[in-house]
């Protein structure tokens, strides 16, 4: 990743401590992301997608045990800047969030118009109320919103309308970067292409990057630059997107391509042996060993993301 890049995360690390013990949620994770790309982050339920949102955007709850790494945004170290400073100055402004579920993050009291205006107003990013209503009916109408829906309740709304709102709070203060959070799980698979296609414009038209973080691999492709693919709390697979939807290299790559259903081929989707490790207790050396089906003796140690082609690295040692 270059150095002018708008976000490089460098060896992030986030264990949470529980009852049962230390939970590696995100361990060891570096990428890099330019301006006006999207990294769409791929894996099974479990394997730290959301926490690695989370430590990038510093939502962390309160048993967290070990938050370490570095994050640029805009060449700027994150990481040393106090919570204050750091929720004055970044978040929303110019790093937001789209959680997974849009009904659960609206408040039902309160009129959509209002909470999308909110962080303008709390970031002082408007001066005056009417402004940032103003503002915020400019961010309903961008993501298709009519401005009548500014007087509504969340609960007088659809599960994609809903979803809509949430991304025009994110975007109302015109970030660089947005995580969006399984976008479009809980939505039909119509309301999934119109939200995907409303992401892709939106890219276009404001050069805004976005970390997608979904286990949808065939929707992810329609917005997708650069692939990370996280496997037990670390990244396996990180390359141009074309190269993972095409050519995948990791074997846990190759079986999550291999999953997906084909409508120009007759090939039966396989399925991936065994059950993912838990973050409790990771195996030592290669965390895919137990499923995969190219094991050897050298799995026994960990593997090294190394770099097999310009811009593209693997952590296997069929690569090394």
Known sequence: MKKDGLLRVEDLCLHFRTNKGLVQAVDGVSFGLGRGLTLVVVGEAGC???????????????NVHTYTGRIFLNGVDIMKLGEERFRR????????????????????????????????????????????IARAREACELVGLPGDFLSRYAFELSGGMRQRAIIAMALAARPALVVLDEPTSALDVLTQ????????????????????????????????????????????????????????????????????????????????????????????????TGRCLSRSNRCEKEPPLVEVKEGRRVKCWLYQ
């Open 48 to 62: 730290g997608k959301s926490s690695l949102a989370r430590a990038i955007l510093r939502l962390l709850p309160r």
């Open 89 to 132: 100055e970044v978040r929303w402004s110019k790093l937001a969030f789209v959680p997974q579920a849009a009904i659960n993050s609206l408040n039902p009291v309160v009129k959509v118009g209002n909470q999308v205006a909110e962080p303008l107003l709390v970031h002082r990013l408007a001066k005056t109320k009417s402004e940032a």
């Open 193 to 288: 292409a119109n939200i995907m296609n409303l992401l892709k414009g939106i890219k276009q038209k404001f050069k805004t990057s976005f970390i997608l973080i979904t286990h949808d691999i065939a929707t992810s492709s329609e917005l997708a630059d650069i692939a990370a693919i996280m496997y037990a709390g670390q990244v396996v697979e990180l390359c141009n997107a074309s190269q993972f939807y095409r050519e995948p290299l990791h074997p846990y790559s190759q079986k999550l391509i291999a999953s997906v259903p084909s409508l120009r081929q007759e090939k039966r989707p396989e399925f991936i042996p065994g059950q993912p490790p838990s973050l409790l207790n990771p195996p030592k050396g290669c965390r895919f």
